[in-house]
């Protein structure tokens, strides 16, 4: 429903798959574990939480009423931490994500698939798994991968199986340090809705790791000619694809973390006190998939796609937010739910017009 909805025929599905922590105390959980606080670390300092880890598939496609993309919700899954997998196989976030990917491609078979990543996920084994899944994936590149060429032709006569991979290629900080590295300028699509122009260098490589059969990959090194920004490398497995289809891309990863934030403030993701195995494979998900439905009821309510802004005194913002939405949605409910429905005797008393308008444009506001 949401691709039918959202995203017109012809265009790619990019998707987005990251793991979140739901920070949650309790001695009962089983599925609790200690994992790096994704918000709250730095490059310098970690920090450290205790809670349940989520993995969480988002379609990544922007709304008619702001200009930046909006991650929905997909598919979730639970990720037990290693102490509590000792009686199964542990199933690590990569490897939820590998199997997510061939049910996407079970349910749109037809249409073309971008899988965006962070860099924790930038590995040889999903790579591979992408590419069986006619999946185009993109995320951060090791600055120590051990990129080569493609293998030559071998001599007749050689014994031996054939080489997988072929002379190695210059590393990624290589490139950076050499002065005749040919450069191009690009415009692409920013954050905010803006046009950035930044130095980009791609070319094609095999990625290989040791154990695992090489992938072809395009990697593409990034540059800020006004120098604010470090130089960045990321790759994508599709080599047809540009630097200008692929950082676009990068730049829509960023929508998942707002998401997070919104399902725990609005929807109440780290308010559950259940402990019991059941209870938490199935509350927490419906709360997650709850953004997707809430955003996709105000599409049709939101006149000519545009939803009001909730202005306050201490917050200013220049387009609509998920809060917005809720309240468009909670409106026609609760209208229906008191106006509709006449009792018996008469349960209303009379107030001005004024105190009933704030009241209705307030409370879904402050609920």
Known sequence: MLVALLVPPGVPLVLGAADTVERRSGRRSTAKGCY????????????????????????????????????????TALCRPARQSQSRRQKTSLAWVRQMMPQVRRWLPDRHRVLVVDGGFAAVSLALACVKSRVAMV???????????????QPQGTRGRNPLQGKRQRSVQGWTERSETPWETVEVDWYGGQRKQLWVFSHT???????????????????????????????????????????????????????????????G???????????????????????????????????????????????????????DGLAVVR????????????????????CPREVFELLRTGLPLAA
């Open 205 to 267: 490589a095999l990625w290989y790791t040791s154990g695992l059969p090489p992938v072809d990959i395009r990697d593409v090194l990034v540059g800020d000619p006004t120098g604010k920004l470090r130089l960045e490398a990321f790759f994508c497995t599709d080599l047809q694809a540009t630097p200008e289809q692929i950082l676009p891309w990068v730049v829509m990863r960023w929508s998942r973390a707002v998401t997070c934030e919104e399902a725990r403030t609005h929807l």
């Open 331 to 350: 409106g026609p409910i609760w209208r229906a739910r008191s106006l509709v429905h006449a009792a018996a005797e008469a349960a209303f008393v009379q």
């Open 139 to 153: 995320s951060r590149l090791r600055w120590d991968a051990a990129l080569s060429h493609p293998p030559g032709p």
């Open 36 to 75: 790096r606080d994704a918000v709250r670390s730095s490059h310098k300092h970690v920090v450290r939480c205790c809670g349940l880890q989520w993995v969480v598939m988002r379609l990544l496609v922007p709304v008619p009423w702001a200009r930046r993309v909006w991650a929905w919700p997909l598919l």
């Open 269 to 323: 993701l780290e308010t559950q006190r259940q402990w019991s195995d059941q209870a938490i494979a199935r509350t927490p998900p419906i709360l997650v998939a709850l953004f997707s439905r809430v955003t996709v009821l105000a599409l049709p309510v939101s006149p000519r796609g545009q939803i009001p802004v909730s202005i306050t005194a201490w917050y200013h913002k220049d387009e609509p937010t998920f809060t």
